[in-house]
């Protein structure tokens, strides 16, 4: 086969893999800005007018800006404790030896291994009991059950790659553990911790099972509000798709900015 | 007292023994290296003065302070470390100021010792770059200099120079030699090059396996190693040995056997300067000896030949040619003789060296 035409076949798969990728967010914008009769048009209608009608109905409605709020506090409030907690056991997982080391490691991992829909039940009566349903802070702290694993695995391998010397290094000059840790692995660390953050937050922002368990009114995040447009004898599609749109929006955006961080940490380690 | 002082020292990774009972002592000033073959643990030995590894058993003092079990910071001393070490994320200017920064020294102060160190060190216009954009001489010099403002009591350097082209490594070597002299501080100097070792110490440690096989000057090392271990190492290129029997026993003087010997005899005299030159008595008629020939000390002569060896191949060096040459058994010999003489594979080779530059070591390869 010649380059060239290695190259078009080549060219041809990324078309069909991004269209087969790219479809359902197409579907989802395009949806977004139709009317309701366009919508339910069948065969379905390419060329449409395009109305703001479902945007200015789901931002009229304070159920959605609502929830979306509930999703940014929650959201963040993961991320940022997931990050502030797990960088600290990173670092102790990756340059300490202390007893029980191999069996926290293993938890960690293990962690991900169960399936959530297993612990939804435990976790529902758990939340209960302890009258926490419906709070912020329930949807924090299983979110951070979740994301915490994944920001000590992802950072206790970034922090391994660390040459050892600097931190020795840095004890001669007289820095303590903590300094060592704040002014030399933290920022060496940024592109692991970054990546971290990502799938942290876009995790949390996309799960649905237990924000749908764990939340009546108050708290719904964005998904779960996205959803519950499905109920009753009409599926406003529109409402739906536009919710739909404004939820992946900010993590697309999040993680366009960051892509460059994300690559790089996902490769990393593969040098070793 | 000594400013230096090991007693002892041991260092263990579970049963497997790494440094064995190393005790010496240097003075105040000293530049003292240590060599010895990758993997004798001459770097556990530093980085136990430093106080990065744990000390399994003897006793370390500095400056005439225990400090076997002290952290670290408060030994006072600062390290180069073979990979620099230089933080990637800090300008030079960073990196050199972070110990002062730990010191909790006020800024101006932290500012003049940096400037200071920078125009030892020529890397004043430097200071604002990060470590990636230098090159690998330009990073040793700020990792030299980040331990310089410090203004420790005790330098350590754990093969500094093993990541440089040739050229810079001399010229780095003899900058350091001058940093030395200017600074007057001790300074114990890790390498396992003993062109190094030579030219930098003031006493050469030389290491085997964890432990010290003897210490001494360069030329205490050059003139009367104590055995075929440091005669092998200290010296480039590296001694000839030739086993021999001992056919005459006189007062001061051995007659050998070796059948690449002219007549098969070779007469050896006290070496000038060697340790033991009273000793050589104690040998006896029949005993198996080695005999240690250094390359420099062989010279083509046709008149008074004292061996005859084969020519096998020539290495012209420019100034001096290296010939490698065969006994009538046994290894090779090299021979190092100025200019460039003819010789071909094959030729015979008269070959004499001086009673009195002959090393001459017993069956366990300690030195007559
Ligand atoms: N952390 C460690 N655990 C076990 N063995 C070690 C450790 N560090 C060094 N060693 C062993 O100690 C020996 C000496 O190492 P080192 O001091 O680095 O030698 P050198 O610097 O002379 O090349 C080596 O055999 C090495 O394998
Ligand atoms: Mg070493």
Known sequence: MTGRSARLLHALGLLVTLSFTLFPFYWM??????????LLASPPVWLFRPTLANYAEIFADQKVSGAILNSLIVVCTTTFLAVCLGTPAAYALARFEFRGKRDLWFWFISNRMISPIVLALPVYLLALQVNLLDTHLVLILIYLTFNLPIVIWICTDQFRSIPRDLEQAARLEGADQFTIFRRIYLPLGVPGIAVSAIFSFIFSWNELLYALVLTRRQVQTAPVVATSFMSGYELPWGKIMATGTVIVLPVTLFALAVSRHMVRGLTMGATK | MAFLSLDGIVKRYGDHTV??????????????????????GKSTLLRMIAGLEEITAGTLAIDGRE??????AARQVAMVFQSYALYPHMSVFENMAFG???AKMPADEIRRRVEEAAAILQIGPLLQRKPRQLSGGQRQRVAIGRAIVRHPKLFLFDEPLSNLDAELRTQMRIEIARLHQKLGVTMVYVTHDQIEAMTLADRIVVLRAGRIEQVGTPSELYDAPVNTFVAGFIGSPRMNFLPATVAEAAEDRLTLTHPSFVDGRLVAAPRRGG????????????????VGLRPEHLALDGAAP????????????????????RPADGEALSILTPGRPAVAAGDELPVRVAPEQIYLFDGAGLAI
Do not use: W
Request: glycine share 14%.
């Open chain 2, 306 to 325: 004292s061996l005859r060896l084969r020519a096998e191949m020539t290495e012209n060096l420019g100034g001096s040619t290296q010939i490698y040459a």
């Open chain 2, 100 to 102: 002062l920064q730990m």
């Open chain 2, 19 to 40: 440094v064995d009972g190393v005790g010496f002592r240097a003075e105040k000033g000293e530049f003292i290296v240590f060599v010895g073959p990758s993997g004798c």
């Open chain 1, 29 to 38: 914008v395009s949806s977004s800005l139709k009317e309701q009769a366009a």
């Open chain 2, 67 to 72: 400090v076997t079990h002290v952290e670290p």
């Open chain 2, 275 to 290: 340790a033991r030159v009273g000793a050589r008595g104690g040998a006896r008629v029949g005993d198996r000896v080695t």
